[in-house]
């Protein structure tokens, strides 16, 4: 078998590594194989020979499958051993010497993901915790789909196979957000010096799908409020009553419901708010203080939908983290709303996307505009319900359904702003109740 060998030569003054023909990359027009030259100065004895050591054990493993780099490409692969220490002949063939090198200013994915939490934009200021909670888990799921590899090594070959993955099955519009997150994250890796460019840059487009603004009619409130967990009745009552967002609902804490105000209203503080710059008041009707009122009796403290079974904390692979939002989400609101035994029947074909806030936005523009209120005055207190500034044109794009015939959206407005407990209310909540009461002696 064809081996490298390295020799002395007295006429130069140098060492060097003769390199088979046959190990030579295709571009290689030489008769014979290459030489690789090494610098004449004292030691570079000791690095010709572990070079060609190298090449001959790579011959062993792989057969003379390989390509050995030419003379300039092993001072680059010099200068990178210095940096790196003795580099891994493995790696150049499996990443190649860009690789390599890119490889040495890079870090690992799941040592990157702990970081997230010490990002700033580019003016300095913070992100706020629900940003941050999403790019761990968009880049969890992503190192679940390739493994824990350098981020030097993702592109945009790794971001499309994540997303078209078929197994995972994302919905078009949810691919164009995990993109919009994962490109958000490695876009700050790349200002850390993890990685030159940000792959998502490069993958091809993906468009969202215009289904317009979805809500739940009013017998699918209904079943939210009659058969939710107990542990999450009152995010769903919330939800549907106030237009809070999950994860609103999920940082959200009794004190702030008050209903002995002469106007009951929940108020939330920027904390809890989506972006973390503005607060909001949001004004109860009647008929959803009636639903709240048992509750709020109980003067209760804490949050409003703690951890069910309270994991505090989960195993992610070697580490122990804290339970994030999006635990919640997934493992808890979504899981509820699918469940079969719940709910009068699983949600799972009939769930919309934020459905609570659009129903609540809608039902309250149309309630407005049916009652005493203006087209203008309709859209302002929606908006002002929903915590969006008055010049925001988010609410009638996003939020409000338009597309419902007027009649019968009109009439679904009236009776969703006239849906009172039933009678057995007082019976059905017990349970409910006691349950709100436990979370709150240990919070």
């Not at 876009?187 to 468009?207: L, R, V």
């Not at 129903?359 to 309709?378: K, M, Q, V």
């Amino acid at each position: 078998m064809f081996k490298a060998v390295a020799k002395y030569r007295s006429d130069r003054d140098a060492w060097y590594v003769y390199v088979p023909k046959s190990l030579c990359p295709s571009h290689w027009t030489g008769k014979k194989g290459r030489r690789i030259s090494f610098s004449r100065e004292r030691g570079y004895k000791k690095a010709a020979e572990a070079y060609a050591s190298k090449i001959n054990k790579l011959i062993r493993e792989y057969g003379q499958q390989i390509k050995v780099p030419s003379s300039k490409e092993l001072l680059r692969l010099q200068e990178i051993s210095e940096k790196i220490g003795d580099y891994n002949p493995d790696e150049v063939l499996e990443v190649g010497l860009k690789g390599v090198e890119n490889r040495s200013s890079s870090i690992l994915l799941g040592d990157f993901i702990p970081l997230i939490s010490k990002l700033r934009k580019s003016n300095g200021d913070s992100y706020n915790a629900a940003t941050l909670e999403a790019y761990r888990y968009h880049l969890n799921n992503l190192m679940e789909s390739c493994g824990n590899i350098y981020l030097s090594d993702i592109d945009r070959y790794t971001i499309e196979a994540h997303l078209d993955s078929e197994i995972l099955n994302y919905s078009p519009n949810y691919q164009v957000s995990i993109l919009r997150f994962l490109s958000g994250a490695l876009s700050k890796a790349k200002d850390s010096g993890y990685i030159e460019k940000n792959p998502c840059f490069d993958t091809k487009t993906y468009s969202p799908v215009e289904t317009g603004v979805g809500i739940y009619d009013i017998s699918q409130c209904k079943r939210l409020l009659t058969g939710a967990s107990v542990s999450l009745f009152l995010s769903h009552l919330l939800g549907l009553s106030a237009g809070l967002r999950p994860s609103e609902c999920r940082r959200t804490k009794y004190e702030y419901i008050k209903l002995d105000r002469k106007k009951p209203c929940i108020i939330l503080p920027s904390s809890v708010c989506k972006g973390g710059k503005k607060g909001k008041t949001v004004y109860l009707s009647d008929n959803w203080i009636e639903w709240i009122r048992p509750i709020f009796e109980l003067n209760l403290k804490g949050y409003i939908a703690p951890f069910p079974e309270t994991p505090k904390i989960r195993e992610s692979g070697h580490k122990v983290i804290k339970a994030t939002y999006n635990d919640w989400y997934h493992k808890h609101w979504i899981k509820d709303m699918e469940n079969p035994n719940r709910l009068g029947g699983a949600f799972t074909n009939e769930r919309v996307f934020d459905g609570h806030r659009h129903s609540f936005a809608s039902y309250t523009y149309w309630f407005e505009r049916e009652t005493d209120r203006s087209d203008e005055g309709a859209l302002n207190y929606t908006k002002a319900q929903l915590g969006h500034y008055q010049s925001s044109d988010v609410a009638i794009k996003h939020y409000i359904n338009l597309d419902q015939h007027i009649e019968d959206i009109g009439e679904w407005a009236r009776e969703f702003f006239s849906l009172f407990p039933p009678p057995s209310y007082g019976e059905t909540i017990g349970e409910t109740l006691e349950y709100c009461q436990q979370v709150s002696a240990v919070a």
